[in-house]
C-alpha cells in the first residue's frame, strides 16, 4: 500500500536510519549527476565504469594498511587506487598503439581482478575486523552512518567547490579542448583536475551503491539531464537534480520492504528517469518527434 506525502516526509524526517541513508544518496546522486555530465559530454562514460572498478583494490589495500574500515582513510585508499587507473590508462593511449576503449576495458579486468583476489585474501585472515568489505563490490547503502555521510560530504563539496571555480576552463576543455590549447589553458592539468574530480564522485559511491553499480550514477543522470536542456549550466543542475531525487526515491522505496538494497532500487530509479526523458523531453523525447511526424504527415 503507498504511503501519502505525509507518511512519507514522517518517515524520512524520523527515522534514522532512513534519513541517513536518504541524505547519503542524495549527496551521492548531487556530486555523481554534476561531474558525471561532463563525463558524458567528453565521451568518457567508460572512464568512470573502469575508475569505479579500479578503486576497488584500493578499498582493501587501505584497509590493509590501516587495519580499520574507517571511511574517510577507505575512501582515500579508493580515490588513490581509481585515478591510478586512469593515468595508467592515459598512458599506455598516448604512449602505445592501443585505443582508449582497449585500454579501459584492460585496466578495469585488471585492477578488479586484483581487487576480487585481495578481498578473498583479507576475508580468509583471522581478523574479525575485515567483516563487511565486501560491501563495495555492491553496495550496502543501510549500513550507512552519520560519519559516513560526513566523509562523504567532506570529499563531495571540495569537488563541487572546485567544478565552480574552474568553470569556465572546464566548460572550455569540455567543447573546444584544440581552442583552449591556443589560448594557453593548460589543458593537461584541467583534464587531470577533471578526472580527479570524477574519482571523487565514484569513491564515494562505493559503499552506497558499489563498484558494480556505480557507473550508472555517473551516466544515467547526465544522459536524462541532457534530453531536457542544450546548455551546460542547465545540464549539470538537472543532472545533480534527477541523482538527488533517484538516491531519495531508492532509499524511501527500499525502505517499505525487508531485504529490498538500496543501491539496485537507486539504479533502477535513475533509469526510470532516463526512459521518461528519452520519451517526453520536448525536442528529443521520442514522443514528441512522433508527434511531429504524425502533424508533418497529416500536412
Same mark, same amino acid.
Given at each position: ?142 549500513? $550507512? &552512518?552519520?560519519? +559516513? ?5 567532506? #570529499? !563531495?563539496? @571540495?569537488?563541487? *567547490? /572546485?567544478?565552480? =571555480? ?5 566548460? $572550455? &576543455?569540455?567543447? +573546444? ?5 591556443? #589560448? !594557453?589553458? @593548460?589543458?593537461? *592539468? /584541467?583534464?587531470? =583536475? ?22 550508472? *550514477? ?26 538527488? *531525487? ?54
Amino acid at each position: 500500500m503507498l504511503m501519502d506525502l505525509s507518511d512519507v516526509l514522517q518517515a524520512l524526517f524520523g527515522d534514522y536510519t532512513l534519513r541517513t541513508v536518504a541524505l547519503g544518496s542524495a549527496l551521492l546522486g548531487i556530486v555523481s549527476g554534476a561531474l558525471g555530465a561532463f563525463a558524458v559530454l567528453r565521451r568518457q562514460s567508460m572512464l568512470g565504469d573502469a575508475m569505479s572498478h579500479a578503486a576497488l583494490p584500493g578499498v582493501v589495500l587501505a584497509f590493509i594498511v590501516t587495519g580499520s574500515k574507517d571511511p574517510l582513510a577507505l575512501m582515500i585508499g579508493a580515490a588513490l587506487a581509481g585515478l591510478l587507473g586512469a593515468l595508467l590508462v592515459t598512458a599506455v593511449v598516448r604512449t602505445t598503439r592501443i585505443k582508449s576503449d582497449s585500454a579501459l576495458g584492460l585496466a578495469l579486468a585488471v585492477f578488479f581482478g586484483l581487487g576480487l583476489v585481495l578481498l578473498t585474501y583479507v576475508q580468509k585472515l583471522p581478523d574479525a575486523a575485515q567483516a563487511g568489505l565486501d560491501r563495495y563490490l555492491f553496495g550496502q547503502a543501510a549500513t $550507512l &552512518l552519520e560519519r +559516513d555521510v560526513v566523509a562523504m560530504a567532506a #570529499l !563531495g563539496m @571540495p569537488a563541487l *567547490l /572546485l567544478l565552480a =571555480l574552474f568553470w569556465k576552463e572546464l566548460k $572550455l &576543455l569540455t567543447f +573546444d579542448p584544440g581552442f583552449a590549447t591556443s #589560448l !594557453g589553458v @593548460p589543458v593537461h *592539468l /584541467l583534464d587531470v =583536475l577533471l578526472t580527479s574530480l570524477l574519482v571523487v564522485a565514484i569513491v564515494i559511491g562505493l559503499q552506497t551503491v558499489g563498484v558494480v553499480l556505480m557507473s550508472a *550514477l555517473i551516466v544515467a543522470p547526465a544522459v536524462a539531464a541532457r534530453q531536457w536542456t542544450d546548455r551546460l549550466g542547465v545540464m549539470v543542475l538537472l543532472s545533480g537534480a534527477f541523482g538527488a *531525487l533517484a538516491g531519495v526515491a531508492g532509499a524511501l522505496i527500499s525502505s517499505t520492504a525487508a531485504r529490498l538494497p538500496t543501491g539496485p532500487i537507486i539504479v533502477i530509479c535513475i533509469s526510470a528517469i532516463v526512459i521518461v526523458s528519452l520519451l517526453l523531453a520536448p525536442r528529443r523525447g521520442l514522443v514528441w518527434g512522433w508527434l511531429n511526424a504524425g502533424g508533418v504527415a497529416a500536412a
